[in-house]
């Protein structure tokens, strides 16, 4: 089973700074990595698929990087509808999927 | 517009069983894979369970092998999840999913249902 291990576990930051989170995989998982934001009582929406390709209608401050095994979801200019819980889940090697445990975006 | 809107869940006993219910819209539903997730109350996202378009392949996260059937009836563009032997560690909400691409491999889920809480406890 591919391990996904999310860093940091909550990230306090101001609008308009620059978000960095982090995924790293157990194993190589080339660029299957997709990225979600969960808000409270919502459920899951995909940002980024396929490591840097964002969804339909994902704003562009939204940016994914990397392979193998370290990814990065970058949010560039952070605005107060971004406070939420980030995921990263990979489709290389299944079953399992698996999702990491989480990053949660607070904005002061 | 797609939907996807799961059945009630409930209150189960441990060591009972339920079946959730997934009606789809909006879409070609008997051409995609279908998965649902579980949220445990406070937790991550958990996948659960995936089956072929045609319903000729199932898989399992291993913690619910043996106890919780997939299924599928593309006539009435309905996904299920037959849930036996429940216990406390299955509590949780209850996505159904559909993954962004039609076809194979395409297992980023860009569309979900609002959820459905099933809660195993005496």
């Known amino acids: 089973e591919i391990v996904l291990t999310q860093s940091p576990a909550i990230l306090s930051l101001s609008p308009g700074e620059r978000a960095t989170l982090s995924c790293r995989a157990s194993q190589n998982i080339n660029n299957y990595l997709a990225w979600y934001q969960q808000k409270p009582g919502q459920a899951p929406r995909l940002l980024i698929y396929?490591?840097?390709n964002r969804a339909t209608g994902i704003p562009a401050r939204f940016s994914g990087s990397g392979s193998g095994t370290d990814f990065t979801l970058t949010i560039s200019i952070l605005e107060p509808e971004d406070s939420a819980v980030y995921y990263c889940?990979?489709?290389?090697?299944?079953?399992?999927?698996?999702f990491g445990g989480g990053t949660k975006v607070e904005i002061k | 517009e797609v939907q996807l809107v799961e059945s009630e869940g409930g209150l189960v006993q441990p060591g009972g069983s339920l079946r959730l219910s997934c009606v789809a819209s909006g879409f070609a539903f008997s051409s995609y894979w279908m998965s649902w997730v579980r949220q445990a109350p406070g937790k991550g996202l958990e996948w659960v369970a995936n089956?072929?378009?045609?319903?000729?392949?199932?898989y399992y996260v291993d913690s619910v092998k043996g106890r919780f059937t997939i299924s599928r009836n593309n006539a009435k563009n309905s996904l299920y999840l037959q849930m036996n032997s429940l216990t406390a560690d299955d509590t949780g909400l209850y996505y159904c999913?559909?993954?962004?691409?039609?076809?194979?491999?395409?297992?980023?889920?860009?569309?979900w249902g609002r959820g459905t809480l099933v809660t195993v406890s005496s």
């Open positions: 889940q990979q489709r290389s090697n299944w079953p399992p999927l698996t």
């Open positions: 089956i072929k378009q045609d319903g000729s392949e199932e």
């Open positions: 396929d490591a840097s």
């Open positions: 999913a559909r993954p962004l691409f039609e076809g194979s491999g395409s297992y980023n889920f860009d569309y």
